[in-house]
């Protein structure tokens, strides 16, 4: 089974709450990313765990939180949610770091208002 | 940081038609060359990669060249199907173990008519 799982699928957030989406996977892979994703935009790489280490992009280290309490599951925290936030949010797995093929989630659309 | 171009942008064919899609990208110490391609409504499928260390890949109706030179890599897909329209991602990763990172390109929208 490669399949990687995201909950929620769709997230309606007020401009200053939090917002948690979870990701998980079942086929013990070691790394764990999370990318931001716009209409007709690249998808962006926000962060990603290699085993319970994180590692977050200087540009949005103090946008995104992270967790990882366990090998399956990976959450992504947003403290204040802004109206920038609004995107497709896309979880990936990996069994390794480095040239190693990442497998996708379906995706949570955050919507804030 | 390495930056990823994908041209076209999108792209419309006829069903049985070739197409072809070129990405470059900026950094030299890019190694790893995975392609995604995302159908309506459906999850970031990976459907080829190449390695620096090589020049041409196929698989079935994809073929994927690269040149190590211009930082350029090329998407050639034969014989297309209605099936293939979806959005097609480049990516580029340095394969530093330390990163994993991928960058990627904004996509090339393709719609193969039948």
């Given at each position: ?38 209409p007709n935009q690249a998808p962006k790489l926000l ?7 994180l590692n977050r992009e200087a540009d949005t280290f ?52 | ?114």
């Amino acid at each position: 089974d490669t399949t990687v799982k995201q909950n929620p699928r769709y997230k309606l957030a007020r401009v200053g709450k939090p917002v948690n989406l979870i990701c998980s996977q079942t086929m013990n892979h070691d790394t764990m990313y999370w990318y931001q994703k716009k209409p007709n935009q690249a998808p962006k790489l926000l962060l990603f765990y290699y085993d319970k280490i994180l590692n977050r992009e200087a540009d949005t280290f103090e946008k995104f939180q992270s967790s990882r309490p366990n090998n399956s599951f990976c959450s992504l925290y947003i403290g204040s949610a802004g109206l920038e936030y609004s995107a497709m949010y896309l979880c990936a797995s990996s069994r390794a770091r480095g040239q190693d093929t990442q497998y996708f989630g379906p995706g949570t659309r955050l919507l804030v208002l | 940081g390495e930056q990823v171009e994908q041209l076209p942008s999108s792209l419309i064919v006829q069903e049985g038609a070739s197409v072809l899609i070129n990405c470059s990208y900026t950094d030299s110490a890019s190694v790893y060359f995975p392609w995604y391609k995302q159908e309506p409504g459906k999850r970031l499928q990976f459907i080829i990669d190449i390695r620096s260390n090589m020049e041409r890949k196929q698989n079935q109706r994809l073929t994927l060249l690269f040149d190590k030179k211009t930082k350029h890599l090329s998407l050639h897909i034969t014989a297309t199907q209605p099936g293939d329209s979806a959005i097609y991602f480049c990516s580029a990763s340095t394969g530093d173990t330390n990163t994993g990172k991928l960058t990627f390109g904004d996509g090339t929208v393709l719609t193969v008519k039948p």
